[in-house]
């Protein structure tokens, strides 16, 4: 049997992907690149927001029909029934973490699997927990995913040896709420103790903390970020916004004294902290001061790289009640704004790092530019983040460290040389 799976969403829906990817091919069946050469087709979805859930519709509607194509993932758990109804081509529906009913159903061998890891040599996603105990005005990932469950640390550490061992050099640790690690198993926070573990992996050079919750970001975290060789200084914390009014109906738990605070904290105890945030705009509440004040607290340039997203209205989340009375059209012309002023501070920060040298990982080759060895260093994150070209006179391959010097900048991109 030839099976294609498309994984869309998040890199967290990615790990799943690489999980079933592995139970598939431990099963018997035969892993092909292109859909279209498949007998059957796993589509892995996402249901998160709205552009989201079209991309997931829009996928499955491209091969339903043509192909026995079997769903999965997030948008099913959510809106199995409906879709059910609405797309009866579909094969068959499966919502989250389904791997071993998808084999089952396919009447293919349920064997021992490891995950196939899909991204570059370099580095690999490993999921530390599923689910989240936030209740956030605006998501509906506890909805889905359910509530927070980590992965006791024996598990996560025996993956990370497996990653090590496929030559993988770069850790990046997910979740919903990465911060919030051990709490349901330890009855404390356990996400030092797990990197004091992960950091004795050998083979492994740098560990990438994603997906950090402000209030969980102790002063023993941040302690021990400071000295460790593996855990690199790069702090991914969704913010979502900086006014007051907008955050406590937000249920996010903090205010605007506390985000500056904590801008603040970071930068006094890691000082060559890098920050990544993500902010809503055109939430319910957010009126056009709100708003300001959020592109101002943007314009003091706190962060090296900023998402952002306009306010999606899901229903079952507590914020569905307030509407959505701002237009749509005015929540794209705030966000690409708030882009245009960070893209700016991003280009400033980037030029600072002119004539330093860093360590650096190489991910692979850019054919679009003639092959061109493309890198990052410690300050950009896989597929979010700009990438380092790289001017080298040895052959690289994906996988390499090598000592570079930034010798030029983009907006978001570098130039680099090795030494």
Known sequence: MKVGVISLGCAKNLVDTEVLLGKLKAGGATIVSDPRRADVIVINTCGFIEP???????????FAGSKKVIVMGCLVQRYKEELKKEIPEVFAYFGTES??????????????????????????????????????????????????????????VEEAKYLADQGIKELCIVSQDTTYYGKDLYAKPYLVELLKALEKVEGIKWIRLLYLYPTEIDENLLSYMAQSEKVLPYFDVPLQHVS?????????????????????????????????????????????????????????GHFHWVGAFTYYQEEGTHAYALGDPIPQREKEERKEEL?????????????????????????????????????????????????????????????????????????????????
């Open 52 to 62: 989201a859930k079209m991309e997931a519709i829009e996928t499955i509607l491209e």
């Open 99 to 156: 791997w071993d009913s998808i084999v089952e159903f396919l009447n293919l061998r349920s064997n021992e699997s490891k995950r196939i890891i899909t991204t570059p040599n370099s580095y690999a996603y490993l999921k530390v927990s599923e689910g989240c105990n936030r209740l956030c005005s605006f998501c509906a990932i506890p909805l889905i995913r359910g509530r927070h469950r980590s992965r006791p640390i024996e598990e996560v």
């Open 244 to 300: 007051t009014e907008v955050l406590k109906s937000m249920r996010r738990g903090y205010d605007e004294a506390f985000v500056r605070e904590f801008v603040e904290k970071v930068r006094k105890n890691i000082a060559n902290a890098v920050l990544r945030t993500t902010f809503i705009v055109g939430y319910p509440l957010e009126r056009e001061r709100d708003y300001q004040k959020l592109l101002d607290f943007v314009r003091e």
């Open 339 to 419: 882009l245009r002023v960070q893209r700016d501070i991003t280009y400033q920060k980037n030029l600072s790092l002119v004539g330093k040298s860093f360590e650096l990982l190489v991910d692979g080759f850019d054919e679009e530019f003639g092959f061109v060895p493309v890198g990052r260093i410690y300050a950009q994150a896989p597929e979010v983040d700009g990438i380092t070209y790289i001017e080298s006179d040895k052959e690289l391959k994906a996988g390499d460290v090598v000592k570079v010097m930034i010798t030029q900048v983009g907006d978001y991109d570098l130039g680099a040389k090795v030494l």
